[in-house]
């Protein structure tokens, strides 16, 4: 503190309650912040980046993108459209996989993505295939569709059959709820994920304090979040 003009020491202003949140996360930086689900996505959280996907994973999604025979006979369809990616020479097919879930999910065909999603954890017999990084796409994906009960419902299947599920993926969901209206759902999912020694980010921090505020939640309640 340095002395004003009149010979007062001036008292530095109390920091906003984001920047205490960031203070307390320490694996957090104001120039890192990573938005929900993007996770280790080599997507960089944008819908879909075809000129990421190889040539074999952009045939994939043109043929699922245009196809309307697949309602007909789905896991058949599926299996004969994306069983190429398995033989392609691509180093990276979980990134391909990432990026076809991402552009059917956000061209408004979430049961098309989910069916995809469901077909690689059927099929993972290469460990390269799945990743991770699908889960909180696929919850947000749900989430946005409104099918909240479908995003829950998916990862608790996850978590019986032993995936890890991560930050991303929780944080995804709590948000799905907070923006459906079911906030004590939220507030529930938030508790349970620490219970399971989860630990939030800054972003789940943030989405928790606006659920808060939408049920109305003393200060108290607040102050006891970030403490």
Not at 46 to 63: A, D, F, M, V
Not at 125 to 136: D, E, K, R, V, Y
Not at 165 to 188: E, F, H, M, P, Q
Request: aromatic fraction near 6%; hydrophobic fraction near 35%; include cysteine.
């Amino acid at each position: 503190s340095k002395p004003n003009s009149v010979g007062m020491t001036s008292i530095p202003p109390i920091p906003p309650i984001n920047t205490l949140i960031h203070d307390l996360n320490s694996n957090s930086s104001s120039r890192h912040r990573i938005s929900l689900g993007k996770s280790l996505d080599p997507n960089r959280g944008k819908p879909w980046s075809p000129h990421r996907l190889s040539p074999t994973g952009q045939q994939i999604l043109h043929t699922l993108s245009h196809s309307n025979s697949l309602h007909l006979d789905l896991e058949l369809d599926l299996d004969h459209v994306l069983r190429p990616l398995l033989l392609s020479d691509h180093p990276h097919p979980a990134s391909d996989i990432l990026g076809i879930i991402k552009a059917l999910g956000f061209s408004n065909k979430c049961d098309l993505a989910l069916a995809v999603f469901h077909w690689v954890r059927t099929n993972n017999s290469n460990t390269n295939l799945f990743s991770s990084s699908a889960i909180p796409v696929i919850i947000k994906i749900l989430g946005k569709a409104g099918r909240v009960s479908s995003a829950a419902s998916l990862l608790l299947a996850l978590q019986n059959d032993g995936v890890h599920i991560d930050v991303y993926a929780y944080t995804c969901l709590i948000n799905a709820y907070s923006s459906s209206g079911r906030y004590r759902d939220a507030v529930n999912l938030f508790n349970k994920m620490q219970q399971d020694g989860c630990n939030p980010t800054l972003i789940t921090y943030n989405v928790v304090l606006n659920v808060y505020g939408k049920m109305g939640m003393p200060w108290s309640n607040v102050t006891a979040l970030v403490e």
